[in-house]
C-alpha cells in the first residue's frame, strides 16, 4: 500500500517564526489532508488538498501530485499552533486514509 | 451544520469485558471510517462503511467489528478486551468515500484495565 512520510518528526519555533512541514507519499493519490491536532484528541481538518496551492490564514499548503510530496507553510508561528500535524494520503482504491506519523511542533513564547 | 459526534467521550473497561462505540456522522454523509490511534502504531484504520456495507476493512482481528445504520450512523464493538486496546478511538465521515475529504470527531478514549 501506499506509503506517507512527514517531516521533521519533531520542530521546535519561537513565537512569531514561520516553518514548514513535509509529506511525501509513494504513490498517486486522489486526496490529499492536511490535519492538525488538538490536545483533546480532535483531528481538525486544515486542507483538503489534492494539487495545487491554497491559503488560509497564516497557514497555506501546497501539493505537487506529480513529484509525491505537499508541504504545509505556517507563517508567524502562534502558541496556540502547537501540537502534531499529520497529513493522510486517500486514494481510491483502497478507500480508506493512510496517516504519516506526525510532526510535533512545539511554539514557545 | 452539526460535526460527526462519537460517544461517550471516555471509557474505562476491564480486560475481557466488550464495549460498543458509536458515531454520528455529518447530515448527508454516507460514508464512516473508523481509525485507532495508539503511541506505537499511529493512526491505523479499522474500516469504512457507506450506504450499510462494510467496503474495507483494516488488519484487526475479528474481535473488531462494526455497523452501519440506514441513518448512517454506525457502531463498533470490540469484544474481549485486551489491554492493548487502550487507544484513542476515531471516527470520520465523508460525502462519497474520500471524495471531498473527511472530516473526524472529537474521538472516544478507551482504557482498558
Known amino acids: 500500500g501506499i506509503q506517507v512520510e512527514q517531516s521533521p518528526p519533531d520542530l521546535i519555533l519561537q513565537e512569531g517564526a514561520n516553518s514548514t512541514l513535509r509529506c511525501n507519499f509513494s504513490?498517486?493519490?486522489?486526496?490529499l489532508q492536511w490535519f492538525h491536532q488538538n490536545p483533546w484528541g480532535q483531528l481538525i481538518n486544515l486542507f483538503y488538498?489534492?494539487?495545487g496551492t491554497k491559503q488560509n490564514g497564516r497557514l497555506s499548503a501546497t501539493t505537487v501530485a506529480t513529484e509525491r510530496y505537499s508541504l504545509l507553510y505556517i507563517s508567524s508561528s502562534q502558541t496556540t499552533d502547537s501540537g502534531v500535524y499529520f497529513c493522510?494520503?486517500?486514494?481510491?482504491?483502497?478507500?480508506?486514509?493512510?496517516f504519516g506519523k506526525g510532526i510535533t511542533l512545539s511554539v514557545r513564547p | 451544520k452539526a460535526g460527526v459526534t462519537q460517544t461517550p467521550r471516555y471509557l474505562i473497561k476491564t480486560r475481557g469485558q466488550q464495549v460498543t462505540l458509536s458515531c454520528s456522522p455529518i447530515?448527508?454523509?454516507?460514508?464512516v471510517s473508523w481509525y485507532q490511534q495508539t503511541p506505537g502504531q499511529g493512526l491505523q484504520f479499522l474500516f469504512e462503511?457507506?450506504?450499510?456495507?462494510?467496503?474495507n476493512k483494516g488488519n484487526f482481528p475479528g474481535r473488531f467489528s462494526g455497523r452501519q445504520f440506514s441513518n448512517s450512523r454506525s457502531e463498533m464493538n470490540v469484544s474481549t478486551l485486551e489491554l492493548g486496546d487502550s487507544a484513542l478511538y476515531l471516527c470520520?465521515?465523508?460525502?462519497?468515500?474520500?471524495?471531498?475529504?473527511?472530516?473526524f470527531g472529537s474521538g472516544t478514549r478507551l482504557t482498558v484495565v
Open positions: 470520520a465521515s465523508s460525502p462519497p468515500a474520500g471524495a471531498y475529504g473527511y472530516t
Open positions: 504513490d498517486s493519490v486522489n486526496n
Open positions: 488538498i489534492p494539487s
Open positions: 493522510a494520503a486517500y486514494t481510491g482504491a483502497n478507500s480508506k486514509l493512510t
Open positions: 447530515s448527508g454523509h454516507r460514508s
Open positions: 462503511y457507506f450506504s450499510e456495507t462494510q467496503r
